[in-house]
């Protein structure tokens, strides 16, 4: 064991200070955070682990590193006496410059994180500490001081040594170790003397780090404690539920169930071993591990990339999991990996695989297909608007609400089953919010028919039409544009205005509202609703004017045909106000931003405030009463 009272020369040491954030953030540690400490063990081994993947990568094409014999491995030993507890591993190791760059500088963006979210009361900050890249100061939990000697893989590479208190300073100082890798000495704190207990450690790795890939020798034992099980290369059978779970929550962090998984063995049309899971949620929260989107992907059990992208569409990147190949080359590197033919197919495999589960899912479970909506459907619609090769077969996947039944959520294929004797086009309607939506005036017809319409009021439902055209034979039509063939049920037999007073009305509206509109019309359509916006022809579809909208292009509220219903009763009650008065100017003014309001294109909603408290004043000062309708 390394001497902890050794004095190094002033020549061989250097003293460095920690910065402003990693003084605080060490101070947390130290003096704060007590719940679970064991966490500190989990990081150390995640460390290890990573340099040793790093080695064995790096072993694929170059066998020019220091002991290329050795065993890829990590041994823990404790002196239970003196209270010390030492880690070391045969990775990559680190040179002076490393390990001031890895050991004496936390990135200023991952303390900044960690010490907001130490101002949540609700964060249990043991389990935020790998995300942020401060895993390692974890240690300091438990320490009195740490001293990590480390020796690069790179031929000719001097030892180094890190030693730090979690005071102000750290010293690097020249070491002896003739074997390559990083060991790390840790003298416990008197209050944590219960990790120098090599029972106790065990059992540590058996709940947080079971599937480290490598080896983890404890004490003198030859038999490593860990199963280091590639789970994803067994067969399924020999997997049981429950370890599908334990693996899912090492891999993620995630304390959460995932929603389903699908293991995937298959040497044809590729050699694949993959294990993939949807998580429950779409937020990863501050507490995941896995940083990036992307799924690990393995060349004969050596990690070849972290976080690969080109394994899944665009549109499935919430997937996590590994993918293991053995026809992929051992010297690929992860620069070129995506140019190769295998990586297409493999993604057509895999892809394949996770649609056939979701749509088993929608079949054989609705209500957690649901759950799986809610948290994942944005990206379905992304995949219909964005991957036109892809989208035909999310359209089966895809889950609407509807006028008729605004709580349920409909399928395509329900929503055809449910159509009109002699309905030939699919309905929708796009919208703000779920409830304003259902007030619209376009659906005065359709409701007044009895024909369901989809409601869309995300904003990527915009963007999925432009790629949901057609569905099986029936085209999607927005009933604002819809043709109609007869009026509304509700206003047969309803007096309407006399032609000559609603021309005289229309000229009103027009002199009021000017350029803002192109034209003023009747309505054959309305019954519900004073009035409505239409497209004049020629003109932006609805739902093409809001994805100008929300992708922040040169943006103006579209000039519309206000169309209005000659049948109701605040127009009619229009009439008998005084054409000179600005009672009459306000209320058309209103009925025209209240149609804009309704489509989602009032530049300012909260503009029309004074307006309508000056119509309330004039009615309230008259004796009047406007009604509600």
Do not use: C
């Amino acid at each position: 064991m390394a001497d902890a009272n050794r004095t190094p020369t002033k020549e061989e040491t250097q003293s460095y200070p920690f910065k402003a954030e990693t003084k605080q953030l060490l101070n947390i540690l130290i003096h704060s955070l007590y719940k679970d400490r064991e966490v500190f063990l989990r990081e150390l081994l995640s460390n290890a682990s990573d340099a040793l993947n790093r080695l064995r990568f790096e072993m694929v094409t170059n066998q020019d590193v220091l002991d290329p014999k050795a065993e890829l491995a990590i041994r823990i030993k404790v002196d239970k006496e003196a209270h010390m507890l030492i880690i070391q591993d045969t990775g990559v190791g680190m040179t002076k410059e490393e390990i001031v760059e890895n050991l004496g500088t936390i990135a200023q963006s991952g303390a900044r994180k960690f010490l907001e979210a130490t101002r949540e009361k609700s964060a249990d900050l043991t389990q935020v500490i790998g995300q942020f890249g401060v895993g390692f100061y974890s240690v300091f939990m438990v320490a009195e001081w740490v001293r990590v000697t480390s020796r690069s893989y790179k031929p000719g590479a001097k030892a180094v040594s890190w030693y730090a208190t979690g005071e102000d300073k750290y010293q690097v100082d020249s070491a002896e170790m003739a074997e390559r890798g990083t060991k790390v000495e840790i003298k416990l704190k008197e209050d944590a003397a219960e990790f120098a207990d090599e029972q106790r450690l065990k059992n540590i790795i058996h709940k947080h780090s079971e599937y480290i890939g490598f080896p983890i020798y404890v004490g003198e034992e030859e038999q490593p404690v860990n199963k280091q099980t590639s789970i994803w290369r067994m067969s399924k059978q020999s997997v049981s539920e429950d370890q599908y779970k334990d693996f899912y929550k090492q891999l993620t962090l995630d304390f959460e169930d995932p929603l389903l998984h699908t293991h995937i063995v298959t040497d044809a049309p590729v050699q694949l071993y993959a294990l993939l899971y949807i998580p429950g949620k779409s937020d990863r929260g501050i507490f995941s591990l896995r940083r990036e989107d992307g799924l690990k992907l393995y060349s004969r059990n050596i990690l070849i990339d972290e976080y690969n992208k080109d394994l899944l569409p665009e549109h499935l990147r919430f997937v996590q999991g590994v993918v293991d190949s053995e026809d992929l080359p051992l010297n690929v590197s992860r620069e070129t990996i995506q140019s190769t033919a295998l990586m297409a197919r493999l993604k057509k495999v895999i892809s394949g695989q996770i649609m056939k589960e979701l749509e088993t899912l929608a079949k054989n479970d609705t209500e957690k297909y649901q759950t799986f909506w809610k948290e994942f459907g944005v990206y379905l619609k992304q995949g219909v608007a964005t991957s036109p090769t892809d989208a035909e077969s999310i359209y089966p996947l895809l889950r609407f609400k509807t006028n008729l039944q605004p709580e349920v959520w409909s399928s395509l294929e329900e929503y055809v089953g449910r159509m009109q004797p002699k309905q030939k086009e699919i309905y929708f309607i796009v919208g703000d919010d779920p409830k304003s939506i259902l007030r619209s005036p376009h659906l005065d017809y359709f409701e007044s028919q009895g024909t369901e319409v989809l409601l869309l009021t995300e904003p990527m439902d915009s963007f999925m039409l432009m790629g949901l055209r057609k569905y099986k034979d029936l085209e999607l039509k927005n009933v604002a544009q819809a043709e109609i063939s007869d009026k509304p049920k509700e206003t047969e037999g309803q007096e309407q205005i006399a032609d000559a007073d609603f021309s005289k009305l229309i000229e009103r509206f027009k002199q009021v509202l000017g350029e803002r509109v192109t034209d003023v019309r009747a309505s054959n359509r309305l019954s519900q609703s004073v009035a409505r916006l239409a497209d004049p022809d020629g003109a932006l579809n609805p739902e093409l004017q809001r994805v100008y909208k929300y992708l922040g292009k040169e943006y103006e509220v579209p000039k519309k045909v206000l169309e209005l219903n000659p049948s109701h009763v605040i127009l009619k009650k229009l009439l008998d106000v005084d054409p000179a008065s600005d009672l009459q100017t306000l209320i058309i003014e209103q009925i025209y931003e209240s149609a804009l309001l309704v489509e989602g294109l009032h530049p300012d909603p909260s503009s029309m405030t004074p307006r309508v408290q000056k119509i309330i004043e004039a009615a309230l000062g008259s004796g009047k009463t406007i009604s509600r309708e």
